[in-house]
């Protein structure tokens, strides 16, 4: 039996989130696989931006705070229930994606990662400046969710990092699994097709301004949602959050790890988000490598880690 | 392929430097870069020169002190994962650090989860009111610089102060903070403005203060920006006297503005600045002397009061596990909380059931720049 490539790149993700914890000496190890979901989330939400429609953010940052902030200020400020404040967050980050995209999405190439660019950093200021909502640059407290007591009372015995892990593995891959079934999708096909050239897929009757704006809409609650998970578990946020080098992290993710494909794109927000930890042992030159990395991959490797080195092994056993 | 063998390799050298057995583990996380560095690094290498020092005399209760500090960058995501990291994986027993409250807020829910003390060394005085089981820290609260200032302000007979503030955390913190204890203090804040910590020029601010009839003005922020408020200051020929904050409290503060203009200049700072003028019958006077003269001579670089804080917790943590003779986390905790009449380079530390600051105001010089130097005002 043949497994279509959608159902094969989620039993890898299922299979990975699932087993990955039998190798973990230590409850850390939980929590740097809760990171990697909540990054991979977010990065699943720019594959469809950069790999499906070939459009490029600097700023999903923006959204990432917005979702955490929710979280934030919601429950405290509105008495809004803390599970509704991440939906609420996610609509938020709709509604302004979609006003901030239509005039922004005219523009291209660099133009448009200019602009995003600005958004990303607007979002940043709201947040440092506006301190008597968002506590200012020192950050602020987040409410308890609930959840992790909600398992304690369903039997479930386990620790933050441990809840967190199972908690952002499951939406990612129900994030995945909804990327996956957008790529086949009619929508899929039309963002392909206006990746590959806005004018023929115009002539062909692809209303090429409506789908961009869907794709980055739909990347705007991806990276929204993450914010918001990582709100929960952290139970603290500041604005580095919103910070452009939170967006330009999750591009560099993407684009390192294959921003043609959901696993490629998970697969490098796994690596820049362990390497940090990985690379304390060597303290100093810790930039150095990681910068270094990047350049290698980058060169040799231009369509991405886990594609290129699919095509690797699939070259050899042929 | 490349990434793997570096995994590998990584991995054997983490196994290699892993710790003896009997060592006491005590973790850092610092944010040695990033935008915090100037504060982060200073207490960086206080802490790998204290504890090669205190290892070179025996270590605590015979035991060596195995120090596992990590590098956060300024970054609170990243310093709750390195402090979930120091817990669950290298099992220290306390923890020194959080080098901005950022950094510091984001680790506190971890260290009282898994209860390990935690001793902090920012500023913002969310860190310890309300207090938390097992939350330590050691700087001066900015609250507690206002109040200083306030203080010797009221002492020279002026009540209506104008304020400036940069736009930056720590001058948005303490502005907050002097607004709130002003009234209390028998003091007016008649102007009250901000500016970017970038900004070039703040005459038009400066302006507006002189002409709100206020007889003293404070200035809250750090790095650059007082330096060119003290320098418009001058430039306008304002009477009211300039206050300037703990957070200028180095030599390049002088440097920056030129003596000229800094000259009678205000602001309150701890004694390890001016150690050489402190009498000498001051009990800080031994410590103070002594790490400016090790930290001088080991990185070849002036002495500023951010390491003195990571020497504070360090020996604070230190006594601590003597006088618990042990290294449960448990017993550290009660015994630093038992601290009394520590003297460090901040001032005399005397910690209690509802006070994990255990500083008071006379914790802070009032110190005034005369011909390029400080002086301790009487």
Known sequence: MRLSPRATTLLVLAVLIALSPLMFPSNFYYRVGSLIFMNGLAVTGMVILIGYAGQISLGHAGFSGIGAYSCAIMPVQWGIHPLLAPLLGAAISALLAWLVGRPILRLKGYYLAVATLGFGILVYMVLMNEAALTGGPDGITVADSGLPDLAEAAGLDLSNSQFWYWMSGLVLLAGAWLALNLYDSPTGRALRALHGSEVAAR?????????????????????????????????????????????????????????????????????????????????????????????????????????SLMRLIRGKSE | MTIRTLMSTAA????????????????????????????????????????????????????????????????????????????????????????????????????????????????????????????????????????????????????????????DGFGKSMQAQCKDVAEASGVEIVADEVYGPQDADMTPQLTNIKGSGAEAILNSGMGQGPAVVTRNHTQLAIDAPLYQSHGVASKQFIELAGSEAAEGVRLPAAALLVADQLAEDDPQKPVVVGYRDGYESETGEDVSTFGGHAYDA???????????????????????????????????VNFSGDDHLGLTLDAFEMLEIKDGNWTIVE
């Open chain 1, 203 to 307: 002539t062909v009757g692809v209303d090429v301004a409506r789908y961009k704006l869907q794709a980055f809409v739909i990347s705007a609650v991806y990276a929204s949602v993450a914010g918001s998970l990582l709100a929960l578990q952290n139970k603290f946020i500041t604005p580095d959050v919103a910070g452009y080098m939170h967006s330009i992290e999750l591009v560099t993710m993407t684009v390192l790890g294959g921003a043609h494909s959901v696993l490629g794109a998970v697969f490098g927000a796994a690596i820049l988000t362990m390497l940090p930890q990985v690379l304390t042992v060597f303290a100093e030159y810790e930039h150095l490598l990681l910068g270094l990395i990047m350049m290698l991959v980058m060169i040799f490797l231009r369509d991405g880690l886990l594609p």
């Open chain 2, 12 to 167: 054997a050298l983490t196994a290699l430097a892993g710790p003896a057995l009997a060592d006491i583990n005590i973790g850092a996380s610092i944010s040695e870069t990033g935008p915090a560095a100037f504060l982060g690094d200073p207490e960086a290498k206080t802490l790998r020169m204290e504890v090669e020092k205190i290892n070179a005399e025996g270590g605590i209760i015979g035991e060596p002190i195995n120090l596992i500090m990590y590098d956060d960058g300024g970054d609170p995501n990243k310093a709750r994962t390195f402090a979930t990291r120091l817990v669950e994986d290298d099992e220290v027993v306390a923890v020194i650090g959080g080098t901005t409250t950022g950094t510091t807020m984001a680790m506190v829910p971890v260290y009282e989860d898994a209860e390990i003390p935690f001793i902090s060394l920012a500023g913002a005085v969310e860190i310890i009111e309300p207090v938390k089981e097992f939350v330590f820290k050691t700087p001066h609260t900015d609250r507690m610089a206002c109040e200083k200032i306030f203080e010797d302000m009221a002492a020279r007979g002026f009540s209506r102060i104008g304020m400036i503030s940069g736009s």
């Open chain 2, 314 to 348: 360090l020996y604070i943590l230190k006594a601590a596990i003597e006088s618990a003779g042990s290294t449960e986390p448990a017993a550290i905790r009660d015994a630093i909380e038992a601290t009394s009449g520590f003297v460090g380079t901040a001032g005399e």
